[in-house]
């Protein structure tokens, strides 16, 4: 049975680097693509980037700057750095199984996804 389940601090300060991590069981980490997305309140699902299974990575061209996401193969582990967080990155935050089409927005939508994490939710205020 494939289960992902995202994990990190629900509160974090503007400024601040936000760090999520998503364990993944039930299927291999590096034969799949993993993606981190995000859904602000009364927002739309938007893909902030991905992992592809040889371990390139993509980025949503609008956060790249502020986004690093790895992997960590023993752990079976999927992780996401936001930096220079601000109020509007307040979010559930998902991890998901596969990449989007378009990689060049961040527009997406839950069909490109067959796996998904339950969410976590991260507020950003001081």
């Known amino acids: 049975q494939v289960r992902l389940q995202e994990s990190g601090p629900g509160l974090v300060k503007p400024s601040q680097t936000l760090s999520l991590t998503c364990t993944v069981s039930?299927?291999?980490?590096?034969?799949?693509?993993w993606s981190w997305i995000r859904q602000a309140p009364g927002k739309g699902l938007e893909w902030m980037g991905g992992i592809h299974y040889s371990g390139s990575t993509a980025y949503n061209p609008a956060l790249k700057s502020r986004t690093s996401i790895s992997r960590a193969t023993s752990e079976k582990q999927i992780h996401l750095q936001l930096s220079s967080v601000t109020p509007e990155d307040t979010a559930i935050y998902y991890c998901?199984?596969?990449?989007?089409?378009?990689?060049?927005?961040?527009?997406?939508?839950?069909?490109?996804?067959?796996?998904w994490g339950q969410g976590t939710q991260v507020t950003v205020s001081s």
């Open positions: 039930g299927v291999s980490l590096t034969l799949n693509n």
């Open positions: 998901a199984r596969g990449l989007p089409r378009d990689k060049t927005t961040g527009e997406t939508t839950r069909s490109e996804y067959d796996y």
